[in-house]
């Protein structure tokens, strides 16, 4: 199904999907210590990030007593236990939307969690002035530990695309792994990727080797989170045409409940797989300086 539409109703049709999702929108849940009942000998907390939780925190009621009086929360940070629970899923309470563009192609997107592990997708893309209705699914499991599998599909003009990715987390939460399966359109493709964390000044490396029908490639870019903007740069080189591409683009999270995405190219396979930054160990001082409240 397909209309000629202007690009007034365009934008139209992005605010109106923005509007939708900010108006039931919620907050991040923040802890104030002064709140927490002080009858209890300590106070359980287990950040969480992208629908994933992993460490949990025992924060000695002592410690959050003596933080409130001289206005410092960094002590109590350390004094308190950590405990590895594992990777879980976390249902997301509130819905999200995506405005996407690349190349000639306008894309909103709203998703909504309806369990840990199933959340839907609905919106609409904008091809040369062409608009057909995007439906989708998002699937999620916890394999062992520190394994993710992920589960995708997209319905779009008569065609259906799928993708499955399974991301895998280091011992030493250093790198992890990505095995990826995709069909889009009637093409099959298959990735193998590699994310080093902190490579560089908080820059994180993907290369990613692949299969895309009779084609090679080889591709590698920087991620970088600056601000609000979650940026990568880098390139691809296909071996069956001898084609370089310039690998360039990146995500605003205006809101928890908004982002915006500009790329000029087809990302990579395991771009697309959900990381899991951020269940690693080194996230916990971040999380507790943006999370814990007097």
Known sequence: MSVRISTVLRLG??????????????????????????????????????????????????????????????????????????????????????????????????????????????????IRDEATPVFGLRYRNVIGNQSLDEFNAFYYSDNLDLLWSRSILSDMEDVETFWTFAKQRDQLSA?????????????????????????????????AKIGVLNAYFGGKFDFSHKEATLLLGGTWDLKRELSLSISNSVTMLSANAQSLKSVRRDMLPSYWRSYVKY
Not at 28 to 49: A, C, D, G, R
Not at 202 to 208: F, H, I, P, R, T
Request: hydrophobic share 35%; aromatic share 12%; net charge positive.
């Open 13 to 126: 049709i992005l605010g109106c999907f923005a509007l939708f999702s900010t108006a039931n929108a919620g907050s991040h849940s923040t802890i104030y210590l002064n709140e927490i009942n002080s009858q209890k000998s300590s106070f359980v907390w287990q950040p969480t990030s992208n629908g994933l939780a992993r460490y949990q925190l025992v924060i000695p009621n002592k410690g959050i007593q003596e933080a409130i009086r001289y206005g410092d929360t960094s002590s109590l940070f350390y004094m308190s236990a950590r405990t590895d629970k594992g990777i879980s899923l976390v249902r997301e309470n509130t819905g999200h939307v995506n405005i996407s563009t690349h190349q000639k192609t306008y894309k909103v997107v709203y998703s909504k969690a309806v369990s840990e592990g199933l959340t839907y997708k609905i919106g609409g893309q904008v």
């Open 191 to 223: 990735g193998w990727g590699y994310r080093w964390f902190d490579v560089v000044d908080g820059y994180d490396v993907l290369a990613e080797a692949s299969l895309s029908g009779k084609s090679a490639a080889i591709a590698a870019q920087f991620d």
